[in-house]
């Protein structure tokens, strides 16, 4: 009978060394970097895919208000007259809540409101004051923009 032990030095190790981890998670962080590079325009075209989003929602409520009301709500009465029934004059006849409540703008502040637009005075004109918080900067985002 013949009994074949393999001798200590030769046996196969199994698993990773520590080089070898190393190395694939450097790969995996770059990748990741590399990704997060770049994504980095993304975050920013959302959040004008997004007031595009509320503009046509707003124009939608805004129709249905003047449908209601007789006409669009003045600058003073705002967007808030689709949320709460405007106090102030001309105070609308058949007023109906039409948004329960109204979104802010994607960087937190409220979208502002204007009766008549300042491009076509015909027409209502809601706008954005865009990422920098202020009114009138070359970044604010208007409804009446083409």
């Known amino acids: 009978m013949n009994i074949h032990h393999p001798a200590p030095n030769s046996r196969r190790r199994s698993g990773f060394t520590l080089l070898e981890m190393v190395i694939v998670l450097g790969i995996i962080a770059m990748i990741l970097g590399g990704a997060i590079f770049a994504m980095r325009g993304i975050g920013d075209a959302a ?26 709500p003045t600058t003073q009465q705002g967007l808030k007259s689709l949320k709460d029934k405007p106090s102030s004059t001309p105070v609308p006849r058949r007023w109906v809540q039409v948004m329960s409540k109204l979104p802010p703008d994607p960087w937190g502040a409220e979208y502002g409101y204007r009766f008549p637009g300042k491009k076509r005075a015909n027409d209502f004109e809601m706008y954005s004051k865009g990422p920098d918080g202020q009114e009138g900067s070359q970044d604010d985002l208007s409804s009446q923009d083409e």
């Open 47 to 72: 959040k004008l895919r997004q007031v595009e989003s509320d503009f046509k929602s707003f124009e939608s409520a805004l129709a249905m208000y003047k449908l209601n009301a007789g006409s669009f």
